[in-house]
């Protein structure tokens, strides 16, 4: 669509995909490359539990939890908070913050918690 003489919009529709995440290259031969999310209308970098949720979207979400001391401390919190954050968790918990970020993954893919991208912040994890 033609907006000046030097200017257009070209609209594209790609289908969704059945593998995901998919990389972009931010340089040349790079080898990873970085994951990008839509939200509204933003395109944000995906949080490392972003990606690691894409790559499990689809699959069955029926498996096995262990809910021991630190699962218990986090749903008592959510219980009176809307979400908590992979920061949050594990300053509240007392755990590393890769502990936390791998606990509350599991329990996405368990279905216990849902998630929300951060547009201009962290990822939001809400009981589901």
């Known amino acids: 669509v033609p907006l000046t003489r030097k200017r257009a919009v070209v609209a594209i ?11 972009a290259l931010e340089k040349p031969l790079d080898p990873q ?3 990008l999310v839509r939200i509204a209308d933003n ?16 699959r ?14 986090l749903m008592h919190y959510l219980a009176s908070n809307a979400f908590i954050t ?12 890769a502990a936390a970020s791998r606990t509350l993954v599991h ?12 547009l201009e912040g962290p990822d ?3 009981v589901r």
Do not use: C, W
């Not at 790609?14 to 995901?20: G, L, Y």
């Not at 395109?43 to 689809?58: D, F, H, I, P």
């Not at 069955?60 to 401390?73: I, L, T």
């Open 13 to 23: 529709q790609v289908p969704q995909s059945k593998t995901k995440p998919h990389y």
């Open 33 to 35: 490359g970085i994951v």
């Open 107 to 118: 329990l996405v893919k368990a279905n216990v918690l849902a998630h929300a991208p951060g």
């Open 86 to 97: 992979v920061k949050d968790y594990a300053e509240l918990a007392g755990i590393p913050n």
């Open 60 to 73: 069955q979400r029926d498996m096995k939890v262990e809910y021991g001391d630190k699962e218990r401390v």
């Open 124 to 126: 939001r994890f809400f």
């Open 43 to 58: 395109s944000v970098r995906a949080s490392k539990e972003t990606v690691e949720l894409l790559r499990y979207s689809g």
